[in-house]
T-cell receptor, first 115, second 113 residues
Framework: DAGVIQSPRHEVTEMGQEVTLRCKPI?????LFWYRQTMMRGLELLIY????????DSGMPEDRFSAKMPNASFSTLKIQPSEPRDSAVYFC?????????????FGPGTRLTVL | AQSVTQPDIHITVSEGASLELRCNYS??????LFWYVQSPGQGLQLLLK??????LVQGIKGFEAEFKRSQSSFNLRKPSVHWSDAAEYFC???????????FGSGTQLTVLP
């Protein structure tokens, strides 16, 4: 299996621009998670999906952030407009939930720099 | 609300020495506990997990962890550290129906030759 795939691996953009991060979960997994990692706040859960449906987006910092999962093999995290404080590494993870158990497998992350 | 504390920000050990990384959690129900490792510029790799049963769990790369309910701890151990173990280690508690993760702040491990 190729594992969780994220693209791009690095993104540099200017303040005010739209940024779209992409994730392909492991085939057969039914839960998908977006995390953000910064020096100040560590690893934070932004949103998670179960069977393509957003379940909890309480970690999404602002309305500028949105996430979609149009099908079981693809998800996007969009920031519009982007700001310098959005600079971070964004991780996608997926898991398969059986009887309430399921460890998460992480992608390599997207390092976002907003100038 | 759940939380995870890793009291050691940075630990330095010599190669071949034993290692223990501390983790304390706060969670109102039965915890699902995890240790992940992150090498520079990489994603997180699962080392081991505890769901139930035997409180001493074995993981990959020779790591083990012991769940102690009375102490709300889940410390990670390795009897002999290798230079390739240098990385950042994260303890996490899984909560909710999908076991969403709350992470500790991480412990950076440096291994001296």
């Amino acid at each position: 299996d190729a594992g969780v795939i994220q693209s791009p691996r690095h993104e540099v953009t200017e303040m005010g621009q739209e940024v779209t991060l992409r994730c392909k979960p492991i085939s057969g997994h039914n839960s998908l998670f977006w995390y953000r990692q910064t020096m100040m706040r560590g690893l934070e859960l932004l949103i998670y999906f179960n069977n393509n449906v957003p379940i909890d987006d309480s970690g999404m910092p602002e309305d500028r952030f949105s996430a979609k999962m149009p099908n079981a093999s693809f998800s996007t995290l969009k920031i519009q407009p982007s700001e310098p404080r959005d600079s971070a590494v964004y991780f996608c993870a997926s898991s398969i939930q059986r009887e309430g158990r399921g460890e998460q497998f992480f992608g390599p992350g997207t390092r976002l720099t907003v100038l | 609300a759940q939380s995870v504390t890793q009291p050691d920000i940075h630990i330095t050990v010599s190669e071949g020495a034993s290692l223990e990384l501390r983790c304390n959690y706060s969670y109102g129900a039965t915890p699902y506990l995890f240790w992940y490792v992150q090498s520079p510029g990489q994603g997180l790799q699962l080392l081991l997990k505890y769901f139930s049963g035997d409180t001493l769990v074995q993981g990959i790369k020779g790591f083990e962890a012991e769940f102690k309910r009375s102490q709300s701890s889940f410390n990670l151990r390795k009897p002999s550290v290798h230079w390739s173990d240098a990385a950042e280690y994260f303890c996490a508690v899984g909560f909710g129906s999908a076991r969403q993760l709350t992470f500790g702040s991480g412990t950076q491990l440096t291994v001296l030759p």
